[in-house]
């Protein structure tokens, strides 16, 4: 084995070992605080939903356990039999339709497809067994096929627009890796502003709010916030799950509050438009443009080290390709393994997410003129989610991007 696959395999097992402990020890503090139910929670949620939602963290967390065995065990797999190549070689070798440009670009994604379908028995088991079995689910396993093709025939279309692309900029000289973060960069800021809502058109239906006085009051809260919007959308989530959220789509004008139908039947109209002036602070505190140049740093180092990679042979080799390997089958190897390193990242962007999801939560405070709608909102969605009150404080610090609702009550109410 070369020194840089014994690297990774010490990498990827010390990430599964961390992964494993903190699934341990919030798996550990769900079961201590079973029939003890904290007196914060007490205002939240009666003691059956509070047994409920115990038994729903701790599912998740067992769950969790054994997708991490599985993914660390399989990744480690993929190395030390050089499994990644043997399939890359396998579509590589079935015709000539494989060379070229876009030939290249299908046996990536072909390669990308057979490694992820053992991972469908997870999801499949996350929808129709734990969800499911919480009351959570709502798709049929025909809409969940149904889903599966769709996402993988729009997985052919990108990869056959976007690899070739990559693969032409390479040939422009040793800044390529400048063009192609440029490339990359520009789709995710038109998939964040346009293309997004036209992808989520395959799946979901939209339509306008029929609630003319809730429509006018959202669009009032929006106007008098400046935030610039004229229409309010309610999406068909509870086709799919019992989980509610909202969001924005599009941009300037064209911009669109979407509402998912679970939240509207769930919430209040005062309850509904303090979610909103949260979700419209995002905004108003320059959280989105903040995320995106994060992005856009973080695109543009990754490109700068897949252009060393390129020229390593080290790299290639200790996956079990050639010396001579392009950059298509470097990208695939760059996105299966590089989460070894950016998962020590996690905790960092968790907090300054927290951080903004205070700042999002002040300013709804100030438009709605005080805390108590927000937070009756809250512990709603705690309790329709079967939301976790009492995560492991290491758990929560590395993983929650939101901060735990009595936390969010604290801040709200100094």
Same mark, same amino acid.
């Given at each position: ?9 010490? @990498? ?10 903190? %699934? ?5 503090? *769900? ?6 139910? &904290? ?7 009666? %003691?059956?939903?509070?047994?409920? *939602? +115990? ?11 054994? +997708? ?10 993929? #190395?030390?039999?050089?499994? @990644? ?37 997870? =999801? ?16 049929? $396993? ?21 690899? $070739? ?12 890796? @400048? ?28 339509? &306008? ?13 929006? +106007? ?5 919007? +004229? ?47 949260? %979700? ?8 989105? &443009? ?11 180092? !990754?490109?700068?080290?897949? =252009? #060393? ?26 996105? #299966? ?11 960092? *962007? ?20 005080? $805390? !108590? ?12 989610? #079967?939301?976790? @009150? ?8 590395? /993983? /929650?991007?939101? $901060?735990?609702? &009595? ?8």
């Amino acid at each position: 084995m070369s020194q840089a696959a014994l690297i990774f395999l010490l @990498l990827l097992l010390l990430k599964a070992v961390v992964e494993i402990v903190l %699934e341990a020890l919030n798996l550990r503090a *769900s079961q201590a605080a079973v029939g003890k139910i &904290p007196a914060f929670a007490a205002g939240v949620m009666d %003691e059956a939903t509070y047994g409920k *939602s +115990n038994a729903y963290t701790q599912d998740k967390a067992r769950f969790a356990l054994v +997708n991490h065995v599985w993914d660390a065990a399989f990744l480690g797999l993929l #190395l030390l039999t050089g499994g @990644l190549a043997k399939v890359w070689g396998l579509w590589s070798g079935l015709g000539p339709w494989t060379a070229g440009t876009f030939g290249q670009a299908l046996v990536f994604f072909l390669t990308f497809w057979t490694l992820g379908l053992p991972g469908l028995v997870f =999801d499949y088991y996350s929808h129709f067994v734990l969800e499911q079995k919480h009351g959570f689910n709502k798709m049929t $396993p025909g809409l969940w096929v149904a889903d599966l093709l769709k996402g993988w025939v729009l997985g052919v279309v990108l990869t056959l627009i976007l690899v $070739p692309i990559l693969l032409w900029i390479t040939s422009l000289g040793t800044c390529w890796w @400048l063009g192609a973060w440029a490339v990359i960069f520009g789709f995710m800021l038109f998939m964040a502003f346009v293309g997004g809502a036209w992808l989520m058109k395959l799946f979901h239906k939209f339509a &306008p709010l029929e609630d003319i006085a809730l429509r006018d009051r959202l669009l009032a809260l929006a +106007n008098r916030t400046g935030f610039a919007c +004229n229409t309010i959308l309610m999406m068909d989530g509870s086709k799919r799950s019992a989980h509610s959220n909202a969001f924005f789509m599009g941009f300037g004008k064209a911009r669109r509050i979407v509402l998912f139908d679970t939240l509207v039947k769930q919430l209040s109209p005062s309850e509904l438009e303090a979610v909103l002036a949260h %979700e419209i602070g995002h905004f108003r505190c320059g959280h989105i &443009p903040r995320r995106l140049v994060i992005s856009g740093f973080m695109t543009l180092f !990754a490109f700068w080290l897949v =252009d #060393l990679l390129l020229h390593a042979d080290w790299f290639k080799t200790a996956f079990g390709f050639g010396s001579g390997a392009g950059l298509a089958p470097v990208l695939l190897i760059f996105a #299966l393994a590089s989460g070894v390193v950016t998962f020590w990242s996690t905790p960092v *962007s968790s907090f300054f997410s927290r951080k903004q999801e205070f700042e999002a939560d002040a300013f709804a405070n100030k438009a709605m003129g005080g $805390p !108590a709608d927000l937070i009756q909102a809250l512990r709603k969605l705690y309790q329709n989610n #079967l939301g976790n @009150l009492t995560p492991h404080p290491l758990y929560s610090a590395f /993983y /929650y991007s939101h $901060p735990v609702l &009595p936390e969010r009550e604290g801040a709200m109410v100094k």
